[in-house]
């Protein structure tokens, strides 16, 4: 069974810092690409970032380049989202994603990213909350 437990939410001031954990298993981890997606209340899904562990490198959305950073540990077949200098408009539900496939792309990684209905499976979500 497939299985993307996201944990490490939670409330922060504007300027703070999370960590956030995407727990991977029932699939072979190195196969897939992995992403972080947001959705906050009344908006739709907005793609955030991915990483490819296989293929390597990372892809950012314009809104969160240069603050968040994304990594992925092939030992434990979790991936973390590092989020820093956040801000109140990162308030959103965070879902950790798999589509098939390991390509090192950029345009791969942003058609993924604009694209959520193309993702196999996706995890729970963890509230992050930024507060003013």
């Known amino acids: 069974e497939v299985q993307l437990v996201e944990s490490g939410g939670g409330l922060v001031q504007a300027g703070g810092s999370l960590r956030l954990s995407c727990a991977a298993s029932?699939?072979?981890?190195?196969?897939?690409?992995i992403g972080w997606f947001r959705q906050a209340p009344g908006k739709e899904r907005e793609g955030v970032s991915c990483?490819?562990?296989?293929?390597?490198?990372?892809y950012y959305a314009d809104s969160v380049k240069g603050r968040f950073t994304i990594s992925s540990d092939n030992v434990k077949n979790t991936v973390y989202l590092q989020m820093n200098s956040l801000k109140p408009e990162d308030t959103a539900v965070y879902y950790c994603?798999?589509?098939?496939?390991?390509?090192?792309?950029?345009?791969?990684?942003?058609?993924?990213?604009?694209?959520?209905?193309?993702?196999?499976?996706w995890g729970q979500g963890t509230q992050v909350t930024v507060s003013s």
């Open positions: 994603a798999a589509k098939r496939g390991a390509y090192y792309s950029s345009s791969y990684y942003r058609t993924l990213l604009t694209h959520p209905s193309a993702i196999d499976y």
């Open positions: 990483i490819s562990s296989r293929a390597g490198g990372g």
């Open positions: 029932g699939f072979t981890f190195d196969d897939f690409t």
